[in-house]
């Protein structure tokens, strides 16, 4: 509706007669007088162009003059391209009958050298199998072989040759089958004979007379007998092998090493013949014909080894203990030196998996470029190597070196923690721990380290998930029900305990009342605890390293993932004996530090009746205070001659915030002025100093609630408290209601200018 109202009236006769009184008039009029002006202006500008439009044509027409020469060229272009193309059509139409004819020609010739050819190759095969020229025979019959033989007989009908023709290719084909019966027989005299030059002479024939797959099943057949004598041999030899013998223990995997080198050692001797006469892209089907013997040949050694180590009856008593129902225990060391031949049975079975993946793959490579071929013939290598009888029986094995390696470290562990003993730690420091640590540790870096030798990731991560599981549970349960049988109460001192310690462990028994002795454990116990931890990351590391240096070669982006998931439960360890650690801590703040501060606190506020100083009291040297600190230091040193370092310096972090805790409340009940603030902040500092000194830990944290009283104490008035308040990079631990408290404190401050605060 705006739109039409605000457009403006054309201009002619409707319009006129619609007019109806005189105020319409004079408006139309206006609008008239602007279209007119409107108007004038547009003729205007238009006369001005008037000359510019002029010369443009003017232009134009000189250009329009001298288009017409050129269009008379383009037609006569077009006239010439045309008979051009006329011309190139007649000339590729005459090209195509002459290639044509080329071709023609070509087969003809082809066709006549093949019927020369087929008569010197009936005439020549004859000959040379009269003279037992196998070669030159094979030869003729392969060149007849690649001939078309319906094209041939074709031609000759055409030039009435046809029954020469046919008599020829008769005489060829029983020349064919006689020679495929003689190499047969040759080659199979030769194997009969170990000929080694006959053989392979032989050999190289069959492909010419189309009988490749034939060939390499006989040749790979004779391999196989010859890879069988060796390792039929080599297994006798280790049926005689005397215990005494320094490869005794690991005789089976050495064998099965030896059949294993055996199959590498054909493969390398043999693949560039097979590659020369065959082509590449047959070592997969030489494989999977060796693989056969292989699989026979395995078979038999580790039979012979469950046989001769007593295996099954071994893993059957194991297997019985795990489900609870066997009582008879297996000593763990008659197991030891199986579980190392274990592991190198499967180190030698992988070493052996991905020689065979290597060769096969890299053989694929170089003779298959269809990608859909490659693909099946790696899925059937896959299967070669997951499904075939040598590799399903390492499997199981593996499964069952598991199962031992698992009972072996759970019964030697059970052991150290059962002959533990209390000991001096090694190294410069005489603080005391007992045996087990060294031994349990020691017992499950040997598991984990002997799992690397097998070259199983699926092994090593479960060794790995075992020693985790046991350390969780054994170890850790074992220091803390030592630790639950807390830290004798009375009268503390450690250093007498350490003496009793130190003559005992040059007698081999532990003397001296039973509460010394129970002090003497609790504080090795705890020692363990520490050292434990500090064992994990040093194993953790260890590990990491050990892994690299063994298969990280050969691993995976999946595998490398699965050993990282294997070696994170070590933290979870750390975290278990974390809470053992403060737990034993508790036991110890309960038993010794509680009770000794408390009243070492109590005393230091009881020396003074008050804080409520005139400047002559203030001191520097404050007595409560350096009688506070000799206790402190005499009940810190009674412990460090027998706590580890990091024990150590953990005992002094409970002690400070013991101290912290129980100054915190006897300062609550005390009255201050503002000199005495400044006693009483001059002794925390003093008490803070010597605490650092103690530890090379940061302890000022612990005190960082108690510094902020001492602030508030040592003001000038209440209104000082925005200067500090919410001001600084460090945060108030106190809470506005304590702040108030804390000034309250102040017998010299009004509780009206506290309430006032704004906090």
Not at 39 to 45: A, F, P, Q
Not at 58 to 68: D, M, Q, W, Y
Not at 659 to 675: D, H, T
Request: glycine letters at 4%.
């Amino acid at each position: 509706m705006e739109a039409k109202e605000t457009e403006k009236p054309c201009v002619n006769f409707m319009d006129i007669t619609m007019l109806k009184d005189f105020s319409e008039i004079d408006e139309f009029e206006k609008q008239l007088i602007a279209q007119e002006e409107e108007c004038n202006r547009g003729i205007d500008e238009i006369l001005s162009q008037r000359s510019e439009l002029e010369s443009l044509l003017k232009a134009f027409t000189l250009k329009l003059s001298s288009l017409k020469p050129i269009e008379a060229d383009a037609e006569r272009f077009a006239e010439v391209i045309q008979s051009t193309a006329i011309l190139a059509e007649d000339v590729s139409a005459k090209v195509r009958q002459l290639d044509k004819a080329k071709n023609r020609v070509a087969e003809c010739q082809q066709r006549v050298n093949d019927l020369l050819d087929l008569q010197q190759c009936s005439e020549g095969v004859a000959t040379a199998m009269q003279n037992e020229d196998y070669e030159q025979a094979a030869a003729h019959v392969h060149r007849f072989l690649t001939m078309d033989e319906d094209v041939l007989k074709h031609t000759a009908r055409n030039v009435s040759e046809g029954k020469s023709l046919d008599a020829s290719f008769h005489k060829l084909h029983e020349a064919e089958d006689r020679l495929k019966k003689v190499v047969s027989t040759k080659f199979d005299e030769a194997v009969k004979d170990e000929d080694l030059a006959s053989v392979e002479r032989f050999f190289k024939i069959f492909p010419l007379i189309n009988m490749q797959d034939e060939g390499l099943l006989r040749f790979t057949n004779y391999l196989s007998s010859k890879l069988r004598e060796t390792s039929q041999k080599n297994l006798n030899g280790s049926r005689l092998t005397r215990e005494s013998d320094k490869r005794a223990s690991v005789i089976y995997a050495d064998t099965l090493t030896l059949l294993f080198e055996g199959i590498a050692r054909i493969v390398e001797i043999h693949q560039p013949l097979v590659e020369t006469f065959y082509g590449p892209g047959r070592m997969l089907t030489v494989m999977e014909y060796l693989q056969k013997e292989c699989d026979l040949q395995s078979q038999l050694i580790i039979d012979e080894f469950r046989k001769n180590r007593d295996f099954d009856r071994k893993v059957t008593i194991v297997s019985s203990i795990r489900n609870q129902k066997l009582e008879t225990k297996l000593n763990p060391k008659e197991l030891d030196l199986i579980l190392s031949e274990l592991t190198l049975l499967n180190a030698r079975t992988e070493l052996y998996s991905r020689f065979v993946r290597r060769r096969v793959v890299n053989d694929l490579e170089v003779s298959l470029t269809d990608e859909i071929e490659k693909s099946q013939k790696l899925s059937s290598l896959d299967r070669l190597l997951k499904t075939s009888e040598t590799f399903c029986t390492i499997q199981v094995l593996l499964g069952q070196y598991i199962l031992l390696e698992q009972y072996f470290m759970l019964e030697s562990v059970k052991k150290a923690i059962q002959m533990d003993s209390i000991v001096e730690a090694s190294g410069s420091d005489n603080f005391v721990v007992s045996s087990m640590i060294d031994d349990v540790f020691f017992i499950v870096k040997k598991c984990i380290k002997r799992s690397l030798t097998s070259q199983s990731v699926n092994g090593i991560c479960a060794v790995i998930n075992n020693a985790c599981g046991i350390l969780e549970t054994h170890l850790a349960d074992s220091l803390r029900n030592q630790l639950k049988q807390g830290f004798p109460s009375g009268y503390l001192d450690l250093a007498q305990a350490y003496s009793v310690l130190q003559s005992s462990l040059q007698y081999g028994k532990l003397q001296g009342s039973d509460i010394e002795t129970n002090r003497t454990q609790f504080v090795a116990y705890l020692n363990n605890t520490d050292t434990s931890m500090e064992y994990i990351t040093s194993l953790k590391s260890s590990l990491d390293a050990s892994i690299n240096e063994a298969i990280g070669q050969n691993l995976t982006q999946y595998d490398k993932e699965k050993i990282a998931e294997a070696l994170s439960g070590l933290a979870t360890v750390n975290t278990r004996l974390k809470s053992v650690s403060e737990f034993g801590f508790s036991q110890l703040m309960s038993s010794a530090v509680k009770p000794r501060v408390k009243p070492w606190l109590d005393s230091f506020f009881h020396s003074r009746t008050s804080y409520e100083l005139s400047d002559d009291e203030f001191t520097d040297d404050s007595q409560p205070m350096q009688t506070l600190i000799s206790d402190l230091d005499t009940f810190l040193q009674s412990f460090k001659t027998c706590l580890s370092p990091s024990t150590f310096e953990s005992f002094v972090a409970i002690t400070t915030t013991e101290i912290s805790l129980q100054m915190e409340k006897a300062l609550s009940k005390s009255k201050f002025n503002r000199i005495g603030g400044l006693q009483f902040d001059k002794e925390l500092r003093v008490l803070i100093g010597y605490l650092t000194s103690s530890t090379t830990w940061s302890i000022r944290d612990k005190f960082a609630k108690l510094t902020q009283m001492t602030i508030l104490l040592a003001l000038e008035k209440v209104s000082e408290i925005s200067d500090y308040w919410g001001k600084g990079p460090v945060s108030w631990r106190l809470t506005p209601q304590e702040v108030r408290l804390v000034l309250s404190l102040r017998t010299d401050f009004r509780n009206e200018d506290i309430k006032r605060l704004k906090l």
